[in-house]
């Protein structure tokens, strides 16, 4: 659309909208218009049609600050991108100050500049769309009484609310924005007589103020975006009256909540969300009807009565223990909802019958399309919600991967340090007879480059003085290298295939090439060279410009599409493949998280030993990838020399479908066996000259 177009319909919706109001509203509103614009205020998970582009940075807290009060041509600006433009426009009046009518801009998040996509074409000027003022509750249409515009109010500053004060007695709801709003704030509200709903958003509320809220009889609905604020706490809250509580943002401590719930006897609604850990504790009114906890862990539960109409338990790591913990006191149940947490097949199928259940949600479970489809045809008048996740379908290892060659040139292996299972495994996979015909080419981590000539000679059969070099003076693992027993076996297995070969198996050293003798200070670059980047090289050279096809072995974190930790940002050395050919990654059990092992280790025990399976789609690919991967906190050193410890993945909220591929099964944790280093007393003093550099 056309700039000049697109500005005369907002003026021509504006002034409609201000028009309409002034029918409505007791407040003469002034002439000048201002504009509050709402950006991303649609559904916007369907595939994109035609030109549609969306912009998600549109949603954030400071973008709604910018706007929240703006003339007409940043009004303008913001929503003409190019020709691009929301493809509707909810136009109406919400609020007036000395000066200016405060008018709402309303806007679907999917920008366009194909007028066949723009709504409200009926109303002769697409995207608009003029709306009225929102009516208090129980307006009467027919009788067309004129009503306050301060019915509903909403300020994001304090001197909106200090226009507020001379129009108190009219406000029915009333929602403050930001952090200029603090416990004094709430000390120093005006009488607000008919307030019914307060809204508190991004505020500075810790909670001491929350005591003068019992200077409103009528107030009966509270909602409160704690953004996690350590100190907020609802000790100080008289909520004797209070019907419904939404709590969002919590902080990962006890907030008070027991307390809350022994004072609420008319509490019939209550909402709890928290971005990560979220802390439960004490026993719901019997008056509770809706609940509602949404979190990424939960630390305690809650004491439900035995009659309720909705249940949501949106908790990522909830298990089927945990579920059917909450649920024990339950006798009658309308609607539930565990979407987004680890229910799976066996306590799924229950459900429906044991609480005569209306509704039921399993979305983004773990429960597969075979038990979706049994519970939908057991129970017919179930309103049921499901995606179902597929069964993992695992394969013997050595099939797969040998198979996998066949569909791509890639396929990666995370390599388990010093882990004897896994080596044995990758022993076993070098010796089947169909490997070497799949694959020609090996490239390892655990190798100097500096000796890829002696590498080569070596694994073709000659006798080559010195060899340990290769693994030994490897500084990927630091200055002593792999010096575990099952590398040089790895290098000697592979050998000994080659002796039966018509054209050997290639190993590729896939880290730089360190030349020890010339590095005598840290600062050396001879030692920095960065190891994913070099490791690529190699394979594109050796492997992708040749059409070749290579098995890559690597440590974990070399092979997976997603950083451990949010602050790092250089590619490492799948994801810099990914860009050039197709990569298979298989990721191996190995750093489950403690809290998880024993449920994850009892469903893997039915497969194959060792057995590989596909994770997208299925239940295991939903897991998020601190399960998988969180087992033990890795140090983070940062420039200024601070040092972090964190779990990998912690509330990054990735699933394990997005980091791999695969998933290798190679037996429980608890049988693994660790290959121990050897090092000579002769190459102790080398080592310690080379710790003193690294």
Not at 384 to 389: C, D, E, F, M, T
Not at 533 to 550: N, S
């Amino acid at each position: 659309m056309e700039r000049e177009l697109f500005v005369a319909r907002l003026r021509e919706a504006a002034a409609r909208a201000h028009d309409f109001a002034r029918t409505m509203i007791v407040e003469s509103l002034p002439d000048a218009l201002r504009f509050r614009v709402r950006l991303n205020s649609s559904h916007d998970g369907n595939p994109p049609v035609g030109d549609e582009r969306r912009f998600p940075e549109d949603s954030s807290f400071e973008r709604a600050v910018e706007l929240h009060s703006v003339d007409e041509e940043r009004a303008i600006s913001t929503l003409w991108r190019g020709g691009r433009i929301p493809e509707w426009i909810d136009v109406s009046v919400i609020g007036e100050t000395v000066s200016a009518t405060l008018v709402e801009l309303r806007c679907c998040g999917r920008f366009t500049a194909e007028d066949r996509l723009l709504y409200h074409e009926q109303e002769g000027r697409p995207p608009f769309h003029v709306l009225g003022p929102a009516l208090p509750p129980d307006y009467d249409l027919g009788e067309r009484e004129r009503f306050s515009i301060y019915h509903h109010s909403e300020c994001w500053t304090l001197d909106e609310l200090d226009h507020l004060r001379s129009r108190a007695g009219h406000v029915w709801s009333l929602e403050l924005v930001g952090d200029a709003f603090d416990d004094a704030t709430l000390a120093s509200l005006p009488a607000l007589s008919a307030m019914e709903l307060l809204n508190l958003v991004h505020s500075a509320i810790d909670g001491s103020g929350l005591a003068t809220l019992a200077r409103f009889p009528r107030l009966r609905r509270l909602s409160i975006s704690c953004d996690q604020r350590d100190a907020f706490r609802l000790d100080d809250l008289a909520a004797v009256g209070l019907e419904s509580v939404t709590l969002d943002k919590l902080p990962p401590r006890g907030f008070g909540l027991a307390r809350l719930l022994a004072r609420s006897p008319k509490l019939c609604w209550l909402e709890l969300g928290a971005d990560n850990d979220l802390v439960c504790d004490g026993a719901c009114p019997a008056a509770i009807e809706m609940l509602t906890v949404r979190a990424k862990r939960v630390h305690g539960q809650l004491q439900l009565p035995a009659r309720m109409d909705s249940l949501r338990l949106s908790v990522a790591e909830m298990t089927d223990r945990a579920i059917s913990a909450w649920l024990a006191p339950v006798r009658e149940l309308h609607s539930l909802g565990l979407s987004g947490t680890r229910l799976t097949n066996e306590l799924a199928e229950t459900l429906p019958r044991r609480y005569q259940l209306r509704s039921l949600d399993i979305t983004d479970t773990q429960v597969t399309a075979e038990c979706v489809a049994r519970i939908a045809e057991a129970h017919p008048k179930l309103r049921l919600r499901a995606n179902p996740r597929a069964a993992a379908r695992p394969a013997n290892a050595i099939d797969a991967v040998i198979a996998q060659f066949a569909r791509t040139p890639l396929v990666a292996l995370s390599e388990m340090h010093g882990n004897e299972q896994g080596a044995a495994f990758l022993e076993a996979l070098v010796r089947d007879r169909r490997f070497a015909a799949a694959v020609q080419t090996i490239v390892v981590e655990f190798g100097n480059a500096l000796h890829q000539d002696l590498c080569d000679r070596y694994v073709a059969g000659e006798d080559v003085p010195d060899v340990r070099k290769i693994w030994c003076d490897f500084a990927g693992a630091g200055p002593a290298g792999f010096r575990a027993p099952i590398y040089p076996r790895f290098f000697e297995v592979v050998r000994e295939v080659n002796r039966s070969l018509a054209t050997p198996i290639r190993v590729l050293l896939g880290d730089p090439p360190v030349d020890w003798s010339a590095i005598h200070a840290p600062s050396d670059p001879a030692s920095r060279e960065d190891r994913d980047e070099h490791f690529a090289r190699v394979v594109e050279r050796e492997v992708l410009d040749r059409g070749g096809r290579a098995l890559i072995v690597a440590g974990g974190f070399h092979l997976v599409r997603a950083a451990p930790f949010a602050d790092i940002t250089a590619p490492n050395l799948v994801q810099r493949l990914d860009r050039r050919a197709p990569v298979y990654v298989i990721a191996a059990h190995f750093g489950v998280h403690p809290g998880y092992e024993a449920e994850l280790e009892e469903r893997l025990a039915m497969w194959p030993c060792p057995g590989i399976a596909d994770v997208h789609g299925t239940w295991l690919g939903s897991l998020d990838a601190n399960v998988l991967f969180g087992r033990n906190e890795l140090t983070r050193v940062y420039p200024d020399g601070t040092e972090v410890k964190r779990a990998p993945y912690a509330d990054l909220g990735l699933a394990l479908e997005q980091l791999v591929d695969a998933y290798l099964w190679l037996g429980p944790l608890a049988a693994y066996t660790r290959s121990i280093p050897i090092i000579p007393d002769e190459d102790r003093p080398e080592i310690e000259r080379r710790a003193k550099l690294w």
